[in-house]
């Protein structure tokens, strides 16, 4: 949203500079230099901004759980077990329609385990960084 706000400030500078009449070449030298700093410093933005959005996404949501490594997959089947949970979160000998919670029998549509057990389990991602840190520091040792 702040990148569209400075998009629109730069695009209305760039208008109104150009209706405006000037009489010295070096004040189009000045009004072109000033232009064309405006354009790199909102590109320069709204470059940092995209990379800012692509880290977020990576780094929490489906990017995250797309690349959960082996180990910390174990270390979601370890926190289920030590919860006595089944593999989706539930009590152990929890029942399903279909046989899993990760299939809508209305829209058709499936959800990935992981996906479903960080949505149920938010806490899950500090669980394993947690575990990680952990482990990083037992090495150390």
């Not at 089944?86 to 929890?94: R, V, Y």
């Not at 329609?97 to 809508?104: M, S």
């Amino acid at each position: 949203m702040h990148s569209k706000k400075i998009l629109i400030a730069v695009l209305a500078v760039a208008i109104l500079g150009a209706g405006c009449s000037q009489t010295s070449q070096d004040e189009d030298q000045d009004d072109a230099s000033f232009v064309g700093k405006v354009f790199n410093g909102a590109k320069q933005t709204i470059g940092s901004g995209a990379q800012k959005g692509s880290r977020f996404i990576k780094e929490s949501g489906e990017g995250y759980i797309r690349n959960l490594t082996d180990e910390q997959k174990l270390i979601v089947a370890q926190w289920l077990a030590k919860n006595k949970l089944n593999e989706f979160g539930d009590a152990i000998g929890t029942l399903y329609t279909g046989g899993t919670p990760l299939f809508d029998e209305l829209t058709g549509e499936s959800t990935d385990r992981f996906t479903y057990l960080f949505e149920k389990f938010p806490e899950l991602k500090d669980v394993i960084k947690g575990e990680m840190e952990l482990q990083a520091v037992e090495i150390e040792e």
